[in-house]
């Protein structure tokens, strides 16, 4: 009964995107000033759990996976277009916000966890 909770996964893959778009944003941010470098992104959370929400399929990325832990470990990043005069594209007033966007999506990861395991105890205690 309580082996798949599908709260928790999805409070799990919301908290692992915030981190992943963190990092690609420290990454961003420690080459600004590299000549060339493109700045990388991901589809935020709500666009990929709707496009995997819609199609119940497996993603992998290599055939010999026989089961992925989570769809957020095939997520591949994407590199933006638009250009600075240094002839990369990073610009650090984007990555300021968008790293306060992953910090607020990390909080509400922990906070859906929290409510979920709240009424997991108040179930529990009841009985």
Do not use: C, W
């Not at 909770?5 to 908290?15: G, H, I, P, Q, R």
């Not at 590299?34 to 935020?44: D, E, L, N, Q």
């Not at 769809?71 to 007033?93: C, D, F, H, K, Y």
């Amino acid at each position: 009964m309580f082996q798949n909770l599908d709260m928790f996964k999805t409070a799990m893959s919301m908290a692992r995107h915030a981190g992943l778009k963190q990092a690609l944003t420290s990454q961003n941010v420690a080459n600004s000033d590299t000549p060339g470098y493109r700045a990388m992104s991901v589809k935020s959370f709500a666009d990929m759990f709707s496009d995997s929400a819609s199609d119940f399929s497996l993603r992998s990325t290599r055939s010999s996976h026989l089961e992925p832990f989570s769809s957020m470990e095939t997520i591949s990043a994407a590199t933006r277009s638009r250009g600075e005069p240094n002839g990369n594209n990073v610009v650090l007033e984007t990555e300021i916000l968008n790293s306060v966007d992953a910090k607020r999506q990390h909080d509400r990861a922990l906070a859906v966890y929290r409510a979920s395991l709240g009424m997991l105890r108040s179930t529990l205690s009841k009985q």
